[in-house]
């Protein structure tokens, strides 16, 4: 009952940047985690991004081949999450999937994932 959209993906060249979006919706009461993964041409999916939330427990994590290039940030009003990719390479180029975790009204415990946006790095 929770649906994820993500929007913002596309082609862009060498060194430049994008920002990739997804929001949730549905029957949220609340979210522990948001994140971004990736998936390369056949290669398995990888954590790129997440942010962990909640009393005494917020902070981001990052894998070691996007830190000081991307920065993963949250508007909880909206319950959508971001991913401001700078500096792209190649070796970028993958699928990117969102990932949402948390509680709906009914006390269930959820894991969403979206459909997957495409993000091309080339010249």
């Known amino acids: 009952q929770v649906q994820l959209v993500e929007s913002g993906g596309g082609l862009v060249q060498p060194g430049g940047s994008l920002r990739i979006s997804c929001a949730a919706s549905?029957?949220?009461?609340?979210?522990?985690?948001m994140g971004w993964y990736r998936q390369g041409p056949g290669k398995q999916r990888e954590l790129v991004a997440r942010i962990n939330s909640g009393p005494g427990r917020n902070y981001d994590m990052y894998a070691d081949s996007v830190k000081g290039r991307f920065t993963i940030s949250r508007d909880n009003a909206k319950n959508t999450v971001y991913l401001q990719m700078n500096s792209l390479k190649p070796e970028d180029t993958a699928v990117y999937y969102c990932?949402?975790?948390?509680?709906?009204?009914?006390?269930?415990?959820?894991?969403?994932w979206g459909q997957g946006i495409q993000v091309t790095v080339s010249s």
């Open positions: 990932n949402v975790a948390g509680v709906d009204y009914s006390g269930n415990s959820f894991g969403s």
């Open positions: 549905g029957s949220i009461f609340s979210i522990s985690a």
